[in-house]
């Protein structure tokens, strides 16, 4: 399906009265320039002044930020493009903006070194040269982010004094850039523990928020659904396609659109697809062939098949609740406002499945690395415990903030709002989180439901390094969505901070793995004073409050579904919190270095179905709902 630029839902035309201008006139321009290099001078002269910074050192700070955000000071040109994917406007390649700061960097040391002027009117002036620069070289720049490569040189022949300087300065005082690192190491890390447990307790700060779901509230059926679910290689499926048609949604008004591949590999998921089709009219079967099949593809393939007014997708090893469409039913006719709905998905396997009679462990190396991997339950309890504070808690917040990185099971979509999107990206490894990030570039309004009768249940991936895999697919998709740039266009700034600190929050998780014990190591063997010896303290202590909250989630958590666990259950679950970022940090370190290798194929996890039965009631939740 070809799609002009006219109609493209990724591309946005000014206004008839708008087109041709070349972004905010002169004097809005001016004034910008004008507020970027005051606030240069004002964090020169802080640095300066009260923090006892030396005056070239305390200018590299501004400088850092010009070169990093230039539309922050005021050095970054208008956004004249129509497109929207040029959401960043006319800017000087990095090398180049780094060149002209670095030339108002030698002006403000020959005006300090004067001392003739005072230091807010020499950063002026050296951060008004800077401006003038780039204003020029835009000027002469025939693209965003062209330039010359002659420009290019000249800007790395002027950056390297600078460079040879500091290097010799921190040679000279390695002892207090070493401290200063760290401090600013730790304070990152401490902000972003404080803001996974802040955010992570969203649904638990006050009491409607916990009881948000009301099972008594049920309106006729009367949307239309088509539900994709996308299998490869997974012979659970017929539990799961039995499981949907068992639900109380009239089955006239249910569609179920299954995509399996035309190879080899998919003979039995295909043949249990088709058989469960030959017995319900309203399941149909699509094998497209070719073998480089992938999740998006398959969503993307299906959409053009779908009839129903409200699509949604369903992984194939799901088990979803039975009345879970009565209830979307419900939210859609109530919320017409809302586009986009998202049910809680809960893992269920705390523990290592049951040792098979007649199975024979081994006791090399291998096997035991396997048995760490396979039948032990340290990190499943803690996969567990993820999934029901992200569905239960921190989804919801992310709604109410309107950024929103989506689930990619369970998720409800109004044909309109999903056709007006295009759809889903096929070639994103995580093609629901970027869905959710171009929802909330467009306003599309998202209620997020969680409750134990209406949550989909899935397992844990049948290894530690199964589960190593997944995260490594989920970091690069987070980063390609990073890299893709859409969450520049969210329209307020608090959403774009939201947005940068969320897509890049996995690599923070997973290096604090790394970064926790070094802290612990410098705090007891760097020489430092007392207020920093408590500031690399902090992100540790922070990581126990968050560890000791998650105690009361997973008390929670057994209650709503009924788990058997004990006492033993919360301590591993204690003891495995380190191990298990551990993991996450290989998983960033896999995912880093499959993306620069350009390593983009779909990387499956697979599934054995142990989660099925792992409930015997509806929990403390059905109680109270029923009351």
Known sequence: MVHSASDHPRTRELPPGRRGVAGPPAPARLATAGLGIALHAALTTLGAGPLGIDPPLAYLVPLALAVLAPRTLGRAGPRTATDRRDHRGSRLPRAVQLGCETAGWYLFVLADAGRGLPIWLAAALAATAATAATAVLLCWTPGAGAAPR?????????????????????????????????TAVSLLMLLVAVLTLVRGQYSWQLPERVHHVDLADSAPPR????????????????????????????????????MVSHDEVD???????????????NVRVLAPEGSLRSKPLSLEDARRHC??????????????????????????????DVGIFQGGVQLMNVRAPARRPGDTAGAGPRAILRRLG???????????????????????????????????????????????????DVSCLTEDCDLGVRASVAGVRTTVFYHPDLTTQEETPESLTKLVVQRTRWMMGFMQVLFKGDWRLLPGARQRLMAAEMLTMPFFQAMAGVLLPVSLLLTWFLAAPTGLVIVFCLPMAATVMSVWSEQAAFREFADAYDLNVGRWDSVRLVLSAPFYQLML????????????RGRLEWEKTSHSGTHHGTTTGSGRFGLEAAS
Do not use: K
């Open 585 to 596: 940090s290989i998983a960033a370190v896999r995912a880093t270095a499959r993306l620069l």
């Open 374 to 424: 396979t039948e032990t339950s340290w990190w499943r309890a803690r996969n567990c415990l993820e999934y029901y504070i992200w569905f239960m808690s921190r989804l919801r917040f992310q709604a109410r903030a309107r950024f929103i990185p989506l689930g990619g099971n369970t998720v409800f979509i109004r044909r309109e709002v999903l056709d007006q999107l295009d759809g889903w």
């Open 307 to 336: 009839t129903g007014d409200l699509i949604g997708v369903v992984d194939a090893e799901s088990l979803i609740a039975t009345g879970l469409l009565s209830y979307v039913n419900t939210l859609a006719l109530r919320q017409a």
């Open 267 to 281: 003979e039995l998921t295909r043949r249990i697809a088709e058989q469960v089709a030959a017995r319900h009219p």
């Open 223 to 258: 949307h239309r659904f088509s539900l994709i679910v996308p299998a490869r290689d997974e012979p659970v499926l017929g539990r799961t396609l039995a499981q949907i048609l068992a639900g109380d949604y009239p089955q006239e008004l249910v569609d179920v659109v299954v």
């Open 150 to 182: 002659w420009w290019r040189g000249l800007s790395v022949a002027v950056t390297v004094p600078l460079g040879v300087l500091l290097a010799v300065r921190a040679a000279q005082h390695h002892h207090a850039v070493l401290l200063a690192a760290w």
